[in-house]
């Protein structure tokens, strides 16, 4: 898929039907992962060395909080893969929000909503996650 592929499907909607501009929720989500999936593949968009080692931080410092969550190891010990992770999270974010000042205002504050918006959906996972365990595992040590 050419740049100019991309820049042409980006306007499709611009034409003066509305109805063309409207889809279901789920349809709209699923055309916007296939526009994610051919925009990254593209031969003109380039991903930066620093893109990689992000991604990279990111997989392995998962991959530590599990084994820190699945080995019996010191408490002191479990908080460092944490710290690490949040690091390597700001890391990514901070990576890539530069791009933002290149979008008009309007594609800035959608993707700004976005990011609020998975910052609340991450904050409420993990205290459904934390709800749970203590739940669980109070039940189990109740018998």
């Not at 889809?23 to 968009?45: C, M, P, Q, W």
Request: hydrophobic share 50%; aromatic share 8%.
């Amino acid at each position: 898929m050419a740049e100019s592929d991309i820049q042409n499907t980006a306007n499709q909607g611009d034409d003066a039907n509305p109805a063309s501009r409207r889809r279901g929720h789920l349809r709209n989500f699923f055309e916007a992962l296939k526009y994610i999936n051919d925009a990254s593949v593209t031969e003109s968009v380039r991903q930066r060395f620093s893109d990689y080692v992000s991604i990279g931080l990111v997989v392995l410092c998962v991959l530590s909080l599990v084994a820190a969550v699945a080995l019996p190891v010191a408490a002191g010990l479990k908080l460092l893969p944490l710290l690490c992770t949040v690091a390597a999270v700001v890391f990514y974010m901070v990576n890539r929000m530069g791009i933002i000042v290149s979008m008009t205002a309007r594609q800035a504050l959608i993707v700004w909503q976005i990011l609020i918006a998975s910052f609340w959906l991450g904050v409420t996972s993990s205290m459904l996650v934390m709800m749970s365990c203590i739940y669980f595992l109070g039940q189990g040590a109740g018998r």
